[in-house]
């Protein structure tokens, strides 16, 4: 079993990209599961966690999974408007997303708490709509359990 990384911090998060990604040999890529615990805008955990995929891929390795658990589904929801001068977090994930064919996982559960639901959530829970942004989808733990076991660490972005 994998130690998970824990990130609370962005010059921890910087210092963990530089080291862990640029001592890797460069023959040998690392497969990292991703989970972001905080949402978009209350913490920089999802700005950290985005930066650490970027910067991965980027340097060649893989991304099995990110997983958005706690409040961090709230960084799934295409309902965010955020100012024009600010970063669209949802709409970098899902263009990272796009470019890559990265999997983006919502928590179910933690999605219905916080009012997210995708079109087959919607109707089994009579909603007039759906709010998942694109690039996302929504699952269950056993997304996280499985990124745990597939990837060499999994790196845990806030509390």
């Given at each position: 079993?994998?130690?998970?990384?824990?990130?609370?911090e962005l010059s921890v998060s910087y210092?963990?990209?530089?080291?862990?990604?640029?001592?890797?040999?460069?023959?040998?890529?690392?497969?990292?599961?991703?989970?972001?615990?905080?949402?978009?805008?209350?913490?920089?955990?999802?700005?950290?966690?985005?930066?650490?995929?970027?910067?991965?891929?980027?340097?060649?390795?893989?991304?099995?999974?990110?997983?958005?658990?706690?409040?961090?589904?709230?960084?799934?929801?295409?309902?965010?408007?955020?100012?024009?001068?600010?970063?669209?977090?949802?709409?970098?994930?899902?263009?990272?997303?796009?470019?890559?064919?990265?999997?983006?996982?919502?928590?179910?559960?933690?999605?219905?708490?916080?009012?997210?639901?995708?079109?087959?959530?919607?109707?089994?829970?009579?909603?007039?709509?759906?709010?998942?942004?694109?690039?996302?989808?929504?699952?269950?733990?056993?997304?996280?359990?499985?990124?745990?076991?597939?990837?060499?660490?999994?790196?845990?972005?806030?509390?």
């Open positions: 079993m994998h130690r998970p990384i824990f990130v609370s210092r963990l990209i530089g080291y862990r990604l640029d001592d890797c040999e460069r023959d040998q890529v690392m497969k990292f599961g991703i989970l972001v615990n905080e949402g978009p805008y209350q913490h920089q955990a999802s700005d950290s966690a985005y930066q650490f995929t970027k910067a991965a891929l980027e340097k060649g390795h893989e991304i099995f999974r990110v997983f958005f658990y706690h409040d961090g589904v709230n960084n799934g929801t295409r309902l965010a408007t955020p100012p024009q001068d600010d970063r669209n977090i949802t709409t970098r994930w899902g263009d990272l997303a796009a470019q890559y064919n990265l999997d983006l996982v919502i928590c179910i559960a933690a999605a219905q708490r916080r009012g997210i639901v995708d079109e087959d959530e919607m109707k089994r829970q009579g909603k007039d709509a759906n709010n998942i942004a694109p690039g996302f989808r929504i699952s269950g733990l056993g997304q996280l359990i499985e990124s745990g076991i597939q990837s060499d660490r999994l790196v845990v972005f806030g509390d």
